[in-house]
C-alpha cells in the first residue's frame, strides 16, 4: 500500500482511555482509539467504549459512522438519537449532551479542531 493511502483498521498501538469522573454519569465505560491520522488539526480513526454513560462538550467537528454496536446521543435539549451499525452523524462545535453506550460500539471518526 502507498503511504498516500492509508488502511483504517483495528491494527498496531491502541490508546486506552476513560471518561473523567466529573464526566462519567453511569458504568465503567473503556474506550480504546487507534489513531490513525493526525496532522495539522485533523484526526482520523477508529474509536471502541464498552457500555455506560458520560457527559460530552464539544469544541470540534466530527463526522463519524457508526461500525457496531448501539449508542444514544442526548442533546443538551433532551433529543435522543439512537446510534447502530451504518448510522452517520456530524457534530458541530457547541453540541453537548451525553453519550450512553448500550453495546459495545465501534465507530470511525475524523475530527476537525
Known amino acids: 500500500m502507498s503511504v498516500l493511502a492509508v488502511n483504517v483498521d483495528k491494527t498496531g498501538p491502541a490508546e486506552i482511555d476513560h471518561p473523567a469522573a466529573e464526566k462519567l ?15 495539522d488539526g485533523l484526526f482520523a480513526g477508529i474509536w471502541q467504549s464498552t457500555p ?17 454496536g448501539h449508542s444514544i446521543l442526548t442533546d443538551s435539549g433532551g433529543v435522543e438519537t439512537h446510534l ?17 453506550v ?12
Open 102 to 113: 448500550l453495546e459495545t460500539t465501534v465507530k470511525d471518526y475524523v475530527i476537525r479542531l
Open 25 to 39: 454519569v453511569s458504568g465503567d465505560p473503556v474506550f480504546t482509539t487507534w489513531n490513525i491520522e493526525e496532522r
Open 52 to 68: 455506560g454513560k458520560w457527559h460530552v462538550q464539544y469544541d470540534e467537528w466530527e463526522y463519524f459512522s457508526i461500525l457496531e
Open 84 to 100: 447502530k451499525s451504518g448510522d452517520r452523524m456530524i457534530l458541530r462545535p457547541g453540541f453537548s449532551g451525553t453519550w450512553e
